[in-house]
């Protein structure tokens, strides 16, 4: 294919203006083009949901090896302090191919589902309770004060983490997400890198811990194995539970939960089924949500030989990035895609949770979290509303797509408190 120069300057850049506040722009007019490569990500953009599903069907044309970024990827300063601290690095579940995919996959499949995940609903209940309990002014933040402190509390209970411990491992599931970002500026890179060798350690700490005392938790599962797989090295250990157990497992779900409470309190329909009738109504405005307002940017893959996709001849080692995003609002699958229709029939053909080979194993783990945190917010507040001016703004995130904030009213439950009605306000 021969490229022009309106192809140049046809970029996509989720850090800034304007996709950093609506991708869709970006994504609707690139459903409409024949697949470019976006100089600002270095790949090719595919946006368009049949595109992407040849993609995720072949796997063998297009390999996984580069979904997410490695560390050691980075710039030479950036590498030389990640050595000094002796971080480890093997590649990731999500860039597995098969075979070595499937001992991985196991084993995390082995933490994060089924029994697991009945385990943490007592938890997900009793954190949810405690946070709204906490909500002492007439607003509150539901993204600091609510779905970070209660996924937080969740992963780190799968993974084995003590709860204590919770703020610092998050600055480091921060420095992860900056080493991966290639756009992220070279002095934070830097400063990342320096704190990862405490991580190093301190995850180190915890999986020798569990080699003499397993217990019910993730860590112990990926040393000594399950469903019939045995446990992984150390240092995949490490890459497991910093990346695609950490990292994914709290921003996602972070991210799912106050867009899915976004569009309840910006659509009264919405609002009154969750509070009529949660059982029939969570599940349908999570799904259609999850579609709606994905919140995973995508992931990467590298061609393995020459293909043409979508009308686009690819070279071999071509890197293209997968939006999933676009994908979840192609016309041609989802008609009126930007509206929020709880009854569209095909609702779970979303891609915000992947397909194939490497679709995401914590989904159940995550629509648990969803529909609890749904169901105990509106439930203990029933007449939520957005605080006053209120306007949603967006972080600045290569991977992910989240609220910055997420201000409500919470004037409401202080009337109940006296013993008042919510419908005298």
Known sequence: MVFTDTDAVFDFNPMIAPHRQDPHLFYRAARERPISLSPSIGAYMVSRCADIRAVLDDPTTFSSAAAVPLMYDNPPEVVEVLKAGNVPETTAVVNEDEPGHRQMRALFDAAVRGARVRAMLPLMHRRAGELIDGFTGATADLVSEYAIPYVQAIISAVIGFPPEDTEQIQVWTDDVTTLWNPLAPLEDRVASARRMGDYTRYLQDLIDDRKADPRDDMISVLVHGANGFPGVSD?????????????????????????????????????????????????????????????????????????????????????????????????????????????????????????GLHACPGAPLARAEIRVALQTLFGRLPGLRLADGYTPTYVASYFFRGLESLYVSTHDRLVQSRGLSHRTI
Request: proline share 6%.
């Open 235 to 355: 240092d995949y250990v490490h890459n497991i539970v910093r990346g695609a157990a950490r990292v994914a497992g709290f921003d996602t779900t972070r991210d799912a939960i106050t867009a899915t409470v976004l569009v309840a309190l910006q659509n009264p329909a919405v609002r009154a089924g969750i509070i009529d009738d949660p059982a029939r109504t969570i599940p349908k405005v999570t799904e259609e949500v999850q579609r709606r307002d994905a919140p995973h940017r995508g992931l990467f893959r590298i061609a393995t030989r020459e293909v043409e996709l979508g009308g686009t001849v690819l070279a071999k080692g071509s890197l293209l990035l997968l939006l999933f995003g676009s994908a979840n609002r192609d016309e041609t699958v989802f008609p009126d895609p930007d509206a929020v229709d709880l009854s569209r029939p095909n609702v779970h053909d979303h891609l915000a949770f992947g397909t």
